[in-house]
């Protein structure tokens, strides 16, 4: 499983970014999805988890009620909708995916086995 972010720029605060995490590989076996924020020089945060199997999705306090994520289940891709950013929003955005054979609401970083490349998001 290869895993793709698209999306990120620059953007006023107050604005709005849509993030995309392009599965390359079926995401059926693949069922849980994270998008997570690094700072630099600092650890990955788990901003939003959607567990595919379960059709739930999780957020971190952070970003609740101001992130969606969603799946375009047509297309093997994971959305991270961003409303509201603030400066504070500024970071490298990753995805990242895992299976699971339970339920999926880790923000753990070595939980998740795929990772992308990141996009970066600046928000001034």
């Known amino acids: 499983v290869q895993l793709v972010e698209s999306g990120g720029g620059s953007v006023q605060a107050g604005g709005s970014l849509r993030l995309s995490c392009e599965v390359a590989?079926?995401?059926?076996?693949?069922?849980?999805i994270g998008w997570f924020r690094q700072y630099p020089g600092k650890d990955r945060e788990g901003l939003a988890v959607?567990?595919?199997?379960?059709?739930?999705?999780t957020y971190a306090d952070s970003v609740k009620g101001r992130f969606i994520i969603t799946r375009d289940k047509g297309k093997d891709l994971v959305y991270l909708q961003m409303n509201g950013l603030q400066p504070e929003d500024t970071g490298m955005y990753y995805c990242?995916?895992?299976?699971?054979?339970?339920?999926?609401?880790?923000?753990?970083?070595?939980?998740?086995?795929?990772w992308g490349q990141g996009t970066q998001v600046t928000v001034s």
């Open positions: 990242a995916a895992r299976a699971v054979h339970g339920t999926c609401t880790s923000f753990r970083a070595n939980f998740y086995a795929y």
């Open positions: 590989g079926s995401l059926d076996g693949t069922n849980c």
């Open positions: 959607l567990w595919i199997s379960g059709a739930t999705t």
